[in-house]
């Protein structure tokens, strides 16, 4: 399961690479300085999304199974309030959704199968469930980041970062597209170690929404079997 549905971080003006502090000049870096590079911009990212209480976004998702040779494709809308309120809600295949209440995560897809929904818990002791921590806490930690240089993403210019783990994790590796002049993630790509690719594109990102928290509760239909996980 797509465990890192997306990301977001806040409206800032991110210094392009060749203006950050320390960088080497562009055609000279070594592999340390490339790091460094990548944190800092990961670390101005991150830092800026803690002023962030919440967003909402279209979405578009390819996920490729290089096994089988699949394809598949859906698209929707998601939003986020920091930092245990998650909807995904699908428009194709329509009916679709992936929902955090605050106590559990919930996994309904009725395109594959309309009787049964899944459940699980967020977490013990208070456990958050935040998706952006996945990439932006502690990155010089959890990860080995490098910058991969400069990419156009739906007309805006982007960094593009691969993201290798430094311990047991669900992907292989994670690569982000983060904007150049106001610090968002336009895109997300995760590789996992099954032969699943699963690419995010955000659109109309919107910023501290006035979401009501009804929004973030599912009740299931009527006859619907809950499966604990």
Known sequence: MFRTLAL???????????GIPGAAPAGAQ?????????????????ERYLAL?????????EVQNDILGQNRQSRGELCQLRSDRFEMRFTDPEGDRVVADGRHLWLYFPSTDAGQVFRSALGEGGERFDLHREFLADPGDRYRPTLDGREE????????????????SPYVRARIWVDEEDALVRRIEITEDEGFTRVLDLRDLELNPGVSPERFVFEPPRGVQIIER
Not at 53 to 61: I, N
Not at 156 to 163: D, N, S
Request: hydrophobic content about 55%; glycine content about 4%; aromatic content about 4%.
């Open 30 to 46: 070594s592999p340390d300085a490339a790091t460094q590079e990548a944190l800092a911009v990961l670390e101005v990212a991150a």
């Open 153 to 168: 993403v739906a007309g805006r210019m982007t960094h593009v970062l691969t993201l290798v783990p430094t311990a047991p």
């Open 53 to 61: 209480d919440g967003f909402c976004a279209r979405f578009e998702q």
């Open 8 to 18: 977001i971080v806040p409206l800032v003006l991110l210094l392009p690479v060749e």
